[in-house]
T-cell receptor, first 112, second 116 residues
């Protein structure tokens, strides 16, 4: 079983839709949770960073962490064509920033 | 400023060539990383430098040779690569690699490498 599971998609939605992206994980030691956005042929860009359980909102983006279910989500409201990218979840424990565990990434296309 | 820069953006090399990838950051970070990413896959960690010392080598073949000349620069020297080494090579940096607090990794745009 992989440490982090993420549906690879692809996911296609119309412009303006609400998008839900999810990851599940098996290691209860994970405390820090990140979402990276990666445009085609570019490096990952940090989008959201959450510690432990709870919600975090930044503009059209909301990150949720449910540690009891080992489940994290990223919601995108009013999706735009410019949101078309691959979204990678990543997580780690309390020590060792180098020990990041990535999901496989979900490829999202927002259709105008 | 959370920018990590990488040069070159693209590189084509033959299996007998020697080339180098360069990475630079000016965020005062003391940990720097090399990752390899194949198409439709997540990044795979190759090397970690912490305070200019190699702290992690994820069993990477010796044809990849990292170097950290100072706290802002990271190089990856390439020699006698194979076609299967073609990938996007990503550099990242973080505060010091300890994981204390909300330390996180910031990635560069990558170098797309093609080995013929």
């Amino acid at each position: 079983q992989k440490e982090v599971e993420q549906d690879p998609g692809p996911l296609s939605v119309p412009e303006g839709a609400i998008v839900s992206l999810n990851c599940t994980y098996s290691n209860s030691a994970f405390q820090y949770f990140m979402w990276y956005r990666q445009y085609s042929r570019k490096g990952p860009e940090l989008l959201m960073y959450t510690y432990s359980s709870g919600n975090k909102e930044d503009g059209r983006f909301t990150a949720q962490v449910d540690k009891s279910s080992k489940y994290i989500s990223l919601f995108i409201r009013d999706s735009q064509p410019s949101d078309s990218a691959t979204y990678l979840c990543a997580m780690r424990g309390v020590t060792g920033a180098n020990n990041l565990f990535f999901g496989t990434g979900t490829r999202l296309t927002v259709i105008p | 400023d959370t920018e990590v820069t990488q040069t070159p953006k693209h590189l084509v090399m033959g299996m007998t060539n020697k080339k180098s990838l360069k990475c630079e950051q000016h965020m005062g970070h003391r940990a720097m990383y090399w990752y390899k990413q194949k198409a439709k896959k997540p990044p795979e960690l190759m090397f970690v430098y912490s305070y200019e010392k190699l702290s992690i080598n994820e069993s990477v073949p010796s044809r990849f040779s990292p170097e950290c000349p100072n706290s802002s620069l990271l190089n990856l020297h390439l020699h006698a690569l194979q076609p299967e080494d073609s990938a996007l090579y990503l550099c990242a940096s973080s505060q010091d690699g300890s994981g204390r607090g909300r330390e996180t990794q910031y990635f560069g745009p990558g170098t797309r490498l093609l080995v013929l």
